[in-house]
């Protein structure tokens, strides 16, 4: 039973910082790409950003040079430091891990910013 558990979410004041970690559990096959999607109430789901196995990143423009994505390939485990946090990061935070066998989710962890 392939499980993405997460952790780190929160409630932060504006310029606050905070982590989220993921940790893929039963997964048997190389985890390809892993990363962090964020979703609103009546809104799409979003990119933040992603990793894939070599280390290369990707960021979505609202969270350029603020967050930062890093990974153990080893302990298939993502991690999200996230900074000078804003308003607008509100959001419910997903994580996810695709491999040959397909696409994995979490269940999504909130992440609240307060002015």
């Known amino acids: 039973q392939v499980q993405l558990v997460e952790s780190g979410g929160g409630l932060v004041q504006a310029g606050g910082s905070l982590r989220l970690t993921c940790e893929a559990r039963?997964?048997?096959?190389?985890?390809?790409?892993m990363g962090w999607y964020r979703q609103v109430p009546e809104k799409q789901r979003e990119l933040v950003a992603t990793?894939?196995?070599?280390?290369?990143?990707n960021y979505g423009d609202p969270v350029k040079g603020r967050f930062t994505i890093a990974r153990d390939n080893g302990k298939n485990t993502v991690y999200l430091q996230m900074l000078s946090l804003k308003v607008e990061d509100t959001a419910v935070y997903y994580c996810?891990?695709?491999?040959?066998?397909?696409?994995?989710w979490g269940q999504g962890t909130q992440v609240t910013v307060s002015s």
């Open positions: 996810y891990a695709n491999t040959i066998t397909g696409s994995h």
């Open positions: 039963g997964i048997f096959f190389k985890i390809n790409d």
């Open positions: 990793i894939i196995r070599d280390g290369t990143t």
